[in-house]
């Protein structure tokens, strides 16, 4: 099939293949995305790109989920975003850090999270400063 012929169902499909060929049972994930295929076909209709609409609907909490559930689903389509963007694909980016911040209903915590980041960053360019400066110590160059 070329890929301009392909709907959003079969590059999940070749996904689930993906998986399973390098030993992933995946059942689980299987189910998550039978369901994700079900709701982007509602929003866009099967057309091979993973869209932002898409994204902010999945992540939303329902009222029925714990946050380990909701955490479980989030990684699912994080794990097809990145299949779909290494494919060539046109996909909806899920960072880390941004679906961290969607589990805190406190904004007061959300806030302190951004700034703990922030903090974790600057140690992070320090660390790679004095790494540069300790070897221009020890070699001289």
């Known amino acids: 099939m070329k890929k301009n012929e392909e709907t959003f169902t079969h590059i999940v499909d070749d996904y689930i293949k993906e998986k399973r060929a390098i030993g992933y049972n995946f ?23 993973l869209s932002e609409e898409l994204a902010n609907r999945w992540i939303e909490k329902t009222a029925w989920e714990n946050e380990t559930n909701r955490s479980h689903r989030i990684s699912v389509l994080r794990g097809l975003g990145a299949y779909m963007i290494r494919m060539g694909y046109d996909a909806k980016i899920i960072r880390v850090w ?38 221009f110590v020890v070699t001289g160059t």
Do not use: M
């Open 98 to 135: 941004l679906f961290c911040i969607f589990r805190y209903d406190d904004p007061v915590i959300a806030i302190l999270f951004i700034h703990l980041v922030r903090v974790y960053l600057i140690i992070l360019r320090w660390s790679v400063f004095l790494a540069y400066d300790f070897e």
């Open 27 to 49: 059942e689980k994930g299987t189910q998550t995305l039978r369901r994700i295929i079900h709701l982007q076909n509602e929003i866009d209709h099967d057309i091979p790109i």
